[in-house]
């Protein structure tokens, strides 16, 4: 069964400093994992995602993610936080047939001035 | 540009009452999915869709029921809304390939507050 644990509910963050944000995973399969992001009010949006190609893999808005066999890692940083990046961060893995996701519990990222 | 809709965005309603959430996307997807999300949390997957007068129950159970009678369109109905059923449900839909890297793209969401 797959399943995926983001450590820190809330992250803060000056605006200019780095992000980062954690995820783990556990999956019986090879996995795929997501990263999306939710803005107040919305739906969510894919961020970048990883399906065992590069290992590091680069999104939208300057974000990226590093995946991590060994350590059953997909986390997600950006070298220098922005206001715009205040939100709800979704990792998640697919799982089994239809391309059905597994969420976890999200990081809300705050980003102070 | 991802084209997924639902309606209503909001919607305040008593208990007892019968309701139904549209969700609809033009990009010709086979598969289609409805989540709850309470404030905070994850998302849960109530109800999926691998095409056509197909539908499946999620992870998580849901008094909630579901059709999928045209490709575009997959509406989720509660018969009696309670105020257990508050939350927020977002429709998402994925490409054809059928492989599982395939992404999701989802609506705007709509949130439910049953009183």
């Known amino acids: 069964a797959q399943s995926v644990t983001q450590l820190g509910s809330h992250v803060s963050v000056s605006e200019g400093a780095l992000v980062l944000l954690r995820c783990n995973y556990s999956s019986s399969v090879p996995p795929y994992l997501f990263w999306y992001v939710q803005y107040p009010n919305q739906g969510l949006q894919l961020l970048l995602k990883?399906?065992?190609?590069?290992?590091l893999v680069k999104g939208i808005n300057g974000f990226e993610a590093e995946f991590k066999k060994s350590e059953t890692s997909f986390h997600l940083t950006k070298p220098s936080a922005h206001m715009s990046d205040a939100a709800e961060y979704f990792c998640?893995?697919?799982?089994?047939?239809?391309?059905?996701?597994?969420f976890g519990a999200g990081t809300r990222l705050a980003v102070h001035p | 540009e991802a084209d997924i809709y639902q309606t209503p965005r909001y919607l305040v309603i008593g208990t007892g009452k019968k309701i139904t959430l549209e969700c609809s996307q033009t990009?010709?997807?086979?598969?289609m999915y409805w989540y709850q999300q309470d404030p905070g949390m994850e998302l849960h997957l109530i109800h999926y869709s691998y095409g056509v007068n197909s539908t499946e129950k999620g992870d998580l159970s849901s008094e909630s029921t579901v059709s999928r009678i045209r490709t575009e369109h997959f509406p989720l109905t509660l018969e009696s809304a309670r105020p257990s059923h508050t939350s927020q449900y977002l429709c998402a839909s994925s490409a054809t390939s059928g492989r599982r890297g395939d992404e999701q793209f989802f609506g705007p969401g709509t949130r439910l507050t049953v009183l």
């Open positions: 990009m010709g997807h086979d598969k």
């Open positions: 990883y399906t065992s190609a590069a290992t």
């Open positions: 998640a893995v697919s799982s089994g047939g239809y391309n059905k996701l597994i």
